[in-house]
């Protein structure tokens, strides 16, 4: 069972890789980064055998439990993408959950990445190990720990893969990514204010809570060496064996349970509509604003600019004496305001095929500048009480509320700024948003180069437009933001303007591109 499931991976690879040379540059660059992993981390680990005993025992445990977390957390990244990670593709297939807990496993553990932790996990043998008994130990170490690591992030797919299947399941993991991002620059945020000055008690205060846990328990096992160690790896390999009960008794209900994503959900009117005015310029503002709200990967977006800008607020007002107030609540707004307006790069991705309906009802580049503005408008209602927010919380943090004002008045006319470029991108490299379980996947197959062109285009247009408007700002001249909103009113009038002129005779290739097989 094990080796027809490998068969079968090894089948999806490459039935993945046949005719797109994307996916299959993709697939060299992702073999060539696990290489370098790999034996990388394994020269790495294998030099805390130079560091003193007590820190190299600290900093394998540590290292250790980080590796379990990313084999937690990657997959479910994946979840959508990756065939092998739902477990619903397997339902019709006459096995029992232990049959296909077995295969499961054995798929996950045929890939690049496992032998990259593998080689990582090796060289922290070398490293920790003081005699053969803590070497013979730690290669029983590795083994369970690379059991651990795959059983745990199996079991962690398996239970949530109902939830995930569905919409509000793929906001909690959005969502859920935006936090273990902010959570990864703690460490960051700590040693800007000073908490890291002394590392050693840092290191240990750290190794200290994963202590025991049963990775840190795995390498503490190989840097001992005794009984200690043995009992350790007991102790871990119990717990392997609870986790893999778990995940078959979570996959034989997984088997038999109605998903959720067939469920029908409920429509309701969205609170911005009522701010919205009749006629055409609302009723495009009204549906986007819904895509704003279902669409994954554009909630990703959003909730990636917020994520950004909350961590420079706290790193920007790290020394309150080297960077002045004004500069600490703007720079974390301005960002914020940059990444949201990116988000309106391909305003048509949305609609897909649906494009056609509202091309056929436009009977000029006028209708197509009010199709634009309403969407612009979509963006601006709910882009700018969020910039808003991260105004107030950004000049209280650093100690000067005032400078909320300025700050928020130049971060709204960088949006405008941004939405006028954005409207010139999405007709000119409009491309495909993929009908896909994943929040993290931008493009349909073929228009990745598209995507990321149209990206970096648009943003190094916004910022060379926003210079005049945010430099003086950040030399001092705060009197320069109130024009700020005039002036990105104004250049996004301007692109709005230029892209319907340059749209309105482009709409069926716009319609093409929009809505390309995923």
């Known amino acids: 069972m094990a080796w027809l499931f490998v068969r079968l991976k090894l089948r999806l690879i490459a039935g993945n890789l046949r005719g797109d040379a994307v996916r299959r540059i993709g697939f060299v660059v992702t073999l060539i980064a696990a290489v370098v992993a790999g034996f990388g981390g394994l020269a790495l680990t294998s030099l805390l ?48 959950p232990r049959q296909m807990a077995t295969g499961m496993f054995a798929a996950s553990a045929a890939g690049p990445w496992p032998l990259a932790s593998i080689l990582i996990l ?53 969502l859920g990514v935006v936090v273990v991002i902010l959570v990864s620059q703690l460490p960051n945020l700590l040693l800007s204010r000073g908490y890291g000055d002394d590392a050693r008690a840092f290191l240990s205060g750290l190794a200290s809570v994963v202590r025991w846990g049963p990775p840190g328990m795995a390498a503490h096992a190989i840097a001992d060496g005794g009984l200690v160690g043995l009992a350790e790896v007991a102790a871990v390999a119990v717990v392997v064996l609870l986790l893999a009960w778990v995940w078959i008794s979570t996959l034989g209900r997984a088997m038999v349970t109605a998903d959720s994503s067939t469920q029908a959900g409920s429509v309701r009117r969205d609170r911005l509509e009522a701010l919205l005015s009749g006629g055409p310029l609302g009723a495009v503002a ?133 939405l006028g470029v954005g409207a010139v991108a999405s007709v000119l ?65 301007g692109g709005r303007v230029l892209a319907a002129s340059i749209g309105y005779p482009r709409l069926p290739e716009i319609i093409a591109a929009v809505s390309r097989p995923a």
């Open 49 to 96: 055998r130079l560091a003193p005993p007590d820190v190299a025992v600290q900093v394998g445990m540590v290292l250790f439990t980080l590796l379990a977390v990313v084999w937690i957390v990657a997959p479910l990244m994946a979840f959508g993408v990756d065939e092998t990670l739902d477990p619903a593709r397997l339902a019709l297939f006459p096995l029992t």
């Open 122 to 174: 090796l060289g922290a043998v070398m490293g920790l190990a003081r005699g053969l008994t803590g070497a013979l130990i730690g290669l029983v170490a590795v083994v369970l720990q690379v059991a651990l690591c795959m059983v745990a992030s199996r079991a962690v797919t398996t239970g949530l893969s109902r939830l995930l299947r569905s919409r509000r399941g793929r906001d909690l993991l959005a």
């Open 429 to 493: 490299m409009p491309y495909t948003f993929p009908d896909r379980l994943n929040a993290f996947s931008s493009a349909a197959p073929g228009q990745g180069a598209v995507a990321f062109a149209g990206s970096m285009v648009a943003m190094i247009a916004t910022v060379a437009l926003a210079v005049p408007l945010v430099l003086p700002v950040f030399l001092g001249l705060t009197w320069v933001s109130v024009l700020g909103v005039a002036y990105g009113f104004g250049i996004a009038l």
């Open 286 to 418: 009204g549906k986007q604003v819904k895509y704003l709200r279902r669409e994954p990967r554009g909630r990703m977006g959003w909730l990636a600019a917020i994520g950004v800008s909350a961590v420079l607020i706290f790193t920007a007002t790290g020394d309150a004496e080297a960077v002045p107030a004004v500069m600490s609540a703007l720079g974390p707004v301005c960002m914020g305001a940059l990444l949201i307006g990116l988000q309106s790069a391909n305003l048509f991705g949305g609609d897909g095929g649906a494009l056609w309906m509202s091309a056929l009802a436009y009977s000029s580049g006028r209708d197509l500048r009010t199709d634009l503005a309403g969407r612009q408008l979509a963006v601006a209602l709910v882009g700018v009480p969020i910039l808003a927010v991260l105004s107030l919380a950004a000049a209280l943090v650093a100690g000067e509320p005032l400078a909320a004002v300025p700050a928020l008045l130049t971060g709204t006319g960088l949006l405008l700024v941004a």
